[in-house]
């Protein structure tokens, strides 16, 4: 692994940029969508699946692996994109944000978060020395800092505690990711990311996000997000928080989020995303296509023999029938949800791959208005 971690800012459209990351792993296009592969796999994909949808990286989840199956044997076996057969870039989360919202029993401390897990009770501790030797013991190319993300609405004094804790974590976390570099157990092909943090609360975010500078991360996350506060506050927090990010580093919109949030947040100077929503509402039975969303489950679909979107690059969405997959969704077959989860995963990088076409030939603004008009349709 010699490539060293790299982001090269390519041109810029307004405040929407386009660039390459470069990790020993290969190249990540931005703007860029992440499938998330919680527990080493997209759910209801093929990892060729996920690579032909036009992913460069996907991601993986501490919390989760060190649970099931765990760390170390994933080490043992080859390590996670051996183990998952992924050979690109992963980017894992560092674990706190799941321990508060799946962990149970927790315990916030100085020295990191107790708790017990939520498949059979047993006891855990994740610090931030912990969550970075787990992330190295994956061999995740990006690795996330330890934090503490809370809901919103929140007591801004709640706020500002989690926020400056997470301050703390954060320079524990770098100081653990360079003893990894130094023992060995990390290489200059791997990066490690601070996440701001600060709610909706401009003045804790612009302390945040100043702080983590001066730590001089090779990337920063916006974290605190798509945590309650709506798409506008998330909207107007991004337009406070970016401009206090230096240009020349990547930025990760954490949890984020819909077509839509997308869309604004690239507006505004957004590089990487993660969500659940692609493959999460495909298994609900919900279908993004180009135009707008379609919930399979109604019955007006029962016998419309038309494709699910013709204007789609995936075969699935071609090649089935609204009505097929309107029964699969209703009788519970797997196969609903695979066709759904695949639809909406090319959905998603057909999209990121529009953004960066838009933005290398100058028309972004435009290209955003037609495509919010399309996409966001009441379909007929
Ligand atoms: C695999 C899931 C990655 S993103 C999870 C996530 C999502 C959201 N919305 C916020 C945060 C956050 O503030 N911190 C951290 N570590 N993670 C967050």
């Known amino acids: 692994m010699t490539e060293h971690f790299a982001f090269h800012l390519k041109t810029t459209d307004g405040l929407a940029r386009l660039g390459e990351i470069t990790t020993s792993r290969g190249v990540i296009r931005t703007p860029a969508f992440m499938p998330v592969g919680t527990v080493a796999t997209v759910k209801a994909l093929y990892p060729d699946q996920v690579r032909d949808a036009g992913a460069d990286i996907l991601l993986g989840n501490t919390y989760h692996l060190m649970l099931r199956p765990g760390a170390e044997r994933i080490a043992r076996l080859g390590g996670l994109h051996k183990f998952m057969r992924w050979d690109g870039p992963i980017l894992t989360d560092s674990g706190g944000f799941q321990v508060m919202s799946l962990g149970k029993i927790r ?68 100081r653990a990711f360079e003893a990894q570099r130094a023992a060995g157990g990390a290489h200059a ?16 975010r612009h302390r945040s996000a100043a702080a983590l500078v001066d730590m001089d991360f090779p990337g920063y996350a916006v974290g605190g997000l798509a945590v309650g506060e709506g798409h506008e506050a998330m909207i107007a927090t991004l337009g406070q928080t970016l ?5 020349d580093k990547p930025r990760y919109l954490m949890g984020v989020g819909t077509p839509l949030d997308l869309i604004e947040s690239v507006r505004l ?5 993660d969500c659940v929503m692609p493959t999460r509402n495909g298994r609900h ?9 379609l919930n399979m489950r109604n019955a007006k679909f029962a016998e419309d ?10 075969p699935g969405a071609r090649d089935y029938s609204k009505a097929y997959v309107h029964h699969l969704i209703k009788s519970g ?28 030939h100058g028309r972004f603004a435009e290209w955003a208005d037609e495509t919010k008009a399309r996409i966001t349709k009441r379909p007929a």
């Open 107 to 174: 315990k916030i401390t100085e020295e990191g978060v107790a708790f017990q897990s939520h498949l059979d009770g047993s006891r855990h501790m994740l610090s931030p020395e912990r969550s970075i030797e787990i992330q190295c013991l994956l061999g995740a190319d990006i690795q996330m800092q330890f934090d503490e993300c809370i809901e919103l609405p929140a007591e801004r004094r709640e706020v500002e505690r989690a926020m400056e804790l997470s301050l703390r974590w954060a320079e524990r976390s770098k």
């Open 189 to 204: 092909g791997q990066a490690l990311f601070g996440i701001v943090q600060g709610g909706t609360d401009a003045e804790l």
């Open 243 to 247: 401009p206090a990010l230096p240009t």
């Open 269 to 273: 100077g957004v590089d990487m995303f």
């Open 285 to 293: 039975g919900y279908a993004f296509t180009w135009n707008g969303a």
């Open 305 to 314: 023999m038309s494709p699910l979107d013709e204007l789609s690059s995936c």
């Open 333 to 360: 077959e797997f196969l609903g949800a695979m066709i759904l989860s695949w639809v909406n995963t090319v959905f998603y990088q057909d999209l990121m791959a529009a953004m960066r076409d838009a933005i290398a």
